[in-house]
């Protein structure tokens, strides 16, 4: 047995440990594999619960709901209306924190009231390098993580994806939109759908991996150091594309993409 594979069977067994189990599910690499793994075991005992939100971009709901029509998952969805929190559109530096706090004690509920031994969500042993407030709620609510548990990183979980033909394998990492406005700015539903459409559009270009950061009406676009010739080739149809979204003006970082670049005023 490889090393791999010893890592899958761990995180089968902690997921038998449970009757019944509801997965938060994005539609993105990490919660697709472990609902995946956790309907495998359960079967019917595991259901899936997306929070359809304005932080995130219309396709990945709709990406989500048909992974789940697709293999017979039972999805629950319901409004996350993240920007109703004054708190959450202050945009202070733990947004995070009062962002999840209130869409895993939603799903808590839900998943209570579905018969749900326990509410699961897919963070994995990469994601404490970085700032995560997030994660304190998460610990705080009781959530559990079981791909983190079994040791499992961000390359495994897409190599087992691939494994099972599972077709986000290969989707680019996904943070949600706020995540593109710089701290203390205040966040608002124009703001995102900017960012959303810039996002959009290098989507449709075929960058794989990607950032427009929003400062005021300064777009800062990140992208893989690789692709970053392609785009001063396409540099003329980029910003007429952004300045269309909202942007006044259009920069292109020559530092190229980096999770987690809003962090670094924090320190």
């Known amino acids: 047995m490889t090393e791999l594979d010893a890592k899958l069977e761990k995180l089968k067994n902690i997921i038998r440990g449970y009757d019944s189990l509801a997965v938060a599910f994005s539609g993105g690499v990490d919660s697709g594999l472990l609902l995946f793994v956790a309907h495998d075991v359960l079967a ?6 997306t929070a359809d939100s304005e932080l995130l971009p219309r396709r990945e709901n709709d990406d989500a709901a048909a992974f789940c029509k697709d293999r017979g998952i039972r999805q629950l969805v319901f409004k996350a209306n993240e920007l109703e ?15 999840k706090k209130k869409i895993f004690s939603t799903m808590l509920e839900i998943a209570s009231a579905n018969a749900a031994d ?33 040791g499992l990183g961000k390359s495994e979980i897409r190599e ?41 559009y290098l ?17 800062r676009v990140e992208l893989l150091p690789g692709d970053l010739p392609r785009a001063l080739q396409i540099r003329e149809e980029i910003v007429n594309a952004l300045k269309k979204a909202g942007f006044c003006y259009v920069t292109i970082d020559l530092e190229g993409y980096k999770t987690g670049s809003m962090n670094r005023v924090l320190s």
């Not at 019917?44 to 619960?49: G, P, V």
């Open 160 to 200: 087992l994806s691939k494994r099972y033909g599972l077709p986000m394998w290969d989707k680019p990492s996904f943070a949600c939109l706020a995540s593109r406005i710089p701290y203390g700015e205040v966040i608002s539903a124009d703001k995102l759908l900017m960012v959303e459409k810039s996002e959009d």
């Open 85 to 99: 929190d004054p708190v959450f559109t202050a945009n202070p530096k733990d947004r995070c924190y009062h962002c």
């Open 118 to 150: 326990s509410l699961a969500e897919g963070s994995n042993t990469d994601d404490s390098g970085d700032y995560r407030p997030g994660m304190r709620a998460i610990d705080e609510l009781g959530v559990i993580s079981p791909l983190r548990d079994a």
């Open 44 to 49: 019917d005992k595991c259901i899936a619960i």
């Open 203 to 219: 989507y449709r270009q075929g960058f794989k991996q990607y950032r427009v950061r929003a400062h005021g009406n300064v777009a």
